[in-house]
């Protein structure tokens, strides 16, 4: 299996998903196979809870002071497993703060509003905004949701 959890400049950093709506053209996936002390980064397949779990629990948490969502995937495409792992690790290891990466799409991808669940377990959110207008930011991130918004996501599921 590849590492859910890997060092990245000192710090720890899950990989909990390799799914993305995306497919930026600056993406790190595309230029390296791995990041830091990681030694495979595509899973063969999802990590459920459980392999997240043991993940945790094997690693030495006491020298650290912040956690990263990010790896070769967008968090929030596994917002379940995000959410549980984020109150996982504040039961264990309250002290430590969490931090989500983020391409900001979590509520078309899981098609409902999701900040103040994501709020409630994770400290800070750093959102990559890559472009000043939705034009822009299509043709970079080349999305499969080009020109959405959360309320068309929500039409669509109603009328589906
Ligand atoms: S959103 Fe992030 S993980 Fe997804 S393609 Fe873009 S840079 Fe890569």
């Known amino acids: 299996m590849a590492d859910i959890i890997y060092i990245f400049e000192g710090k720890p950093y899950f990989n909990i998903t390799n799914k993305c709506p995306c497919n930026c053209a600056f993406c790190i996936r595309e230029q390296k196979d791995v990041v830091g002390s990681a030694k495979q980064m595509w899973h063969n397949t999802q990590p459920t809870f ?4 043991t993940a945790v629990d094997a690693l030495d948490w006491s020298i ?3 956690a ?3 790896g070769y995937g967008e968090p929030t495409n596994e917002l379940e497993l995000l959410l549980k792992t984020a109150e996982y690790m504040k039961e264990k290891h309250p002290k430590i703060k969490l931090r989500l990466n983020t391409n900001g799409l979590s509520d078309l991808i899981n098609c409902k509003p999701t900040a103040e669940m994501i709020c409630k377990n994770i400290d800070a959110v ?6 000043e207008d939705s034009e822009k930011y299509d043709r970079i991130t080349i999305n499969i949701y080009p020109k959405r918004h959360l309320m068309q996501c929500l039409n669509l599921q109603v009328t589906a």
Request: charged fraction near 25%; charge should be negative.
């Open 64 to 66: 650290y002071n912040e």
């Open 50 to 53: 459980e392999d997240v779990k």
């Open 68 to 70: 990263v969502f990010c």
């Open 126 to 131: 750093s959102v990559s905004l890559n472009a």
